[in-house]
């Protein structure tokens, strides 16, 4: 007798936790053969708005990390995904991909994080400058996180899009909460999982499931959301939320790339989601000028 | 700068000597002005410049008549009278100049190797110099700042500006590591009445820097120096079109921020307008550059080398009447030192001198407008209506023009208005705090980001509160201090982007990879 086997109940990821939504609602999903694979979690705003409380309050612990830490607990993450290639190469072929596209994608995936891993500490050094002012002052600038972003993730891939526009985010010292896509949702809560285990602080990264068309304004109109990530093709949804997003001078980035490609990976993105802060000193009796007080 | 900021603190630093032996020598901890030394009348002459009595449009390389055939006034703040009349630019006056503008970055500008692009600007920056005398003139003829900081900060820093950019237009290669950077084409750019001549500086210099030609709308009410800058542009032989100058009110600006045929806006002043500019481009591939408002926390702790601290706040809230959007307006004192603090300020704002732009040893000049004017007033009476305590040192304020007193808020709490609310004059909230996390928490809590202040002598706290600091600039020891090598911008709602140094390229390119 065939063994039943045991069915994942896809739940959506706040502050460390895996709660199904608030709302009590799901929307299924179905493989090609119209088979179920999934209820998923058809989040509320309320799960958005607790998403981005548990964002909020992640954000000083993960910003303040040293560089080099952030940059181990992305290589755990890859570590991590490694270890569970199988079941995401199994997902995303249940989402409509053959075996050699999904083998690409997680090994794609894979590699891009252990990318973004070694950045951690090296975009500051590219970023920053020490500047020559004229008067007696030290004078430099460095990149620090924009805060709390949330990203609306790539409508058409289940793994690869995601890591994609989280990991530049997350590099940086943001944190985020990421709306996953809502055709082929499955890895994105696995990814959960994995992020779970990876030593990442809980309210890093959140992960919700859901229709963008529902939950879009909200994403860019809170106000105490920082940046917001678009990486779809809606020029609607753009416009509406680059409106929204002035109510707090909140940064749009629409990242319209490849993800496929080596191009799309670069320290450009995590430059995105940073300020610049140029912080001045007064040098003791230099020159002629005196001291600079 | 700081060779400016000495002449401003020498003559200072003798007074206070004078005043502290006296006080300690005997009575009272309020010296009579009496006290202090007396400055004769010492007036910058404007017998060196000349102003046209109209000015018109510079579009296309040409001096042009506004479409709509009007003129307005533009006045001396400090005396009311009229000092020239300014063309009022429209809809289509913009629409010619961004025309003017694309065809001179399609055609000529837009191809210009670097290594030429770097001459133009050089030879704009060096005629500034040499005209630098009638430029400070103008700007506190029509600003209402002190001479002494147009003299020495304003001109100088926006020459330097124009110096420093040049540099980079055979360079920007090196700017951008491991990408290619690319012109976006037509720059629209509107600047504000605190600073006229140095904002035109800063947004014209980068953006012709890195290949872009500009359509550029000053302030109405602080036109002239943009336009003798058009004037300069014109002789130092800048090709046509590549610098366009329309003046006006708010619907040219509009205009502008609406016109289809632009690439680029910059922005510098208030957040709700910077609001309605990020709003008006939403959908548009338009990138952005907004320098908004800020609320600034400048922050005394105990152990701080308490009189240049103090000259620092004076320094932080009244240089330019306080209509700096980087002032240091929320002051917050370590509550063993608030006492000795907030005597010593006092005792320094009855040195200040209030009085004409024009004359050199003013300290604090003329209110920009009347409508600025009546929005600090009303702040004051928020204030005063809020229950906080007000000081003002008593001085005597000229007959004429807008002119404000040096004003201390004390035991202000942070759900003020005067607290949360920019107001852009010479008005100080002061509160006072326990501990550092306190005060980190107090500063933050605030929907602005631009700049922030620290004065203390343990280098660790500096470092703890800068890295803390939600603020795109952080002066610690020091503060409003400038530099064409230093970026400027914002968190948060004080807007984003960077103008200055290596940063300031950014927003005027796009990277290809």
Known sequence: MARLSIQKTYKIFIGGQFPRTESGRFYPVYNSGKELLANMCLSSRKDFRNAVVAARKAFGGWSSKSAFNRGQILYRIAEMMEGRKHQFIAEIMSQGSTQKQAEQEVQTAIDRCVYYCGWCDKYQQLFSAVNPVASAHFNFSVPEPTGVVSIIAPENTSLLGLVSVILPVIAGGNVCVVLASESKPLCSITLAEVLATSDLPGGVVNVLTGQLKELHTHMASHMDVNAVVYARENRTEIKAMAELCSLNVKRFFHWNHDWKLSSSENPYLILDLQEIKTTWHPIEKIGASGSGY | ?513
């Not at chain 2, 005398?133 to 020459?159: C, H, Q, W, Y």
């Not at chain 2, 012709?208 to 359509?215: C, E, K, R, S, W």
């Open chain 2, 1 to 513: 700068m700081a060779i400016a900021k000495k002449k401003v603190t020498k003559p200072i630093a003798k007074k206070s000597v004078v005043t502290t032996k006296k006080v300690s020598a005997q009575k009272t901890e309020n010296p009579s002005s009496d006290d202090f030394w007396k400055y004769a009348p010492a007036p910058e002459s404007k017998d060196h410049v000349t102003l046209k009595e109209k000015y018109d449009l510079y579009i296309g390389g040409k001096f042009v008549k506004p479409n709509s055939g009007k003129y307005y006034e533009t006045i001396n703040p400090a005396s009311g009278e009229v000092i020239a009349k300014i063309a009022d630019g429209n809809e289509k006056d913009i629409h010619l100049a961004v025309t003017a503008a694309r065809k001179a970055y399609d055609q000529h500008w837009g191809k210009l190797p670097g290594k030429e692009r770097a001459k133009y600007i050089f030879r704009i920056a060096r005629m500034m110099q040499e005209r630098a005398r009638e430029f400070a003139v103008i700007e506190t003829m029509n600003g209402g700042k002190p001479i002494r900081e147009s003299r020495d900060i304003d001109i100088p820093l926006a020459a330097n500006h124009f110096f420093y950019y040049a540099g980079w237009a055979d360079k920007l290669d090196y700017a951008f590591p491991n990408a290619k950077p690319k012109s976006l084409g037509v720059a629209g750019q509107i600047i504000p009445w605190n600073f006229p001549l140095l904002m035109a500086a800063w947004k014209l210099a980068p953006a012709l820097a890195t290949g872009n030609t500009v359509v550029l709308k000053p302030a109405e009410s602080t036109p002239l120096t943009a336009l003798k800058l058009a004037e300069l542009i014109h002789d130092a032989g800048v090709p046509e079109g590549v610098v366009n100058i329309v003046t006006g009110f708010g619907p040219a600006g509009a205009s502008l921020v609406n016109h289809p045929g632009i690439d680029k806006i910059a922005f510098t002043g208030s957040t709700p307008v910077g609001k309605y500019i990020q709003k008006a481009i939403a959908g548009t591939p338009k990138k952005a550059t907004l320098e908004l408002g800020g609320k600034a926390a400048h922050i005394i702790f105990d152990d701080a080398p308490i009189d240049q601290a103090v000259e620092g706040i004076v320094n932080g809230i009244f240089f330019n009447q306080g209509h700096v959007c980087c002032a240091g307006s929320r002051l917050f004192i370590q509550e063993n030192v608030a006492e000795l603090v907030i005597r010593k300020l006092k005792q320094r704002m009855k040195t200040l001198i209030v009085g004409d732009p024009m004359d050199k040893n003013t300290d604090i000049g003329a209110i920009n407008s009347k409508e600025q004017m009546d929005k600090i007033n009303q702040y004051i009476k928020i204030g005063i209506k809020e229950g906080a305590e007000i000081y003002q040192p008593e001085c005597a304020l000229p007959a004429k023009g807008f002119f404000c007193k040096p004003t201390l808020f004390l035991h202000t709490s942070q759900s003020h208005r005067i607290v949360q609310e920019e107001i852009f004059g010479p008005v100080l909230a002061v509160q006072t705090f326990r501990t550092l996390e306190e005060v980190i928490e107090k500063a933050n809590n605030i929907p602005y980001g631009l700049s922030a202040g620290v004065w203390t002598d343990k280098g660790s706290k500096i470092f703890n509160l800068t890295t803390q600091l939600r603020a795109g600039v952080v002066w610690a020891n020091t503060y409003n201090k400038f530099d064409p090598a230093s970026p400027f911008g914002g968190y948060k709602e004080s807007g984003f982007g960077r103008e200055g140094g290596l940063h300031g390229l950014y927003p005027y390119v796009s990277l290809q990879s």
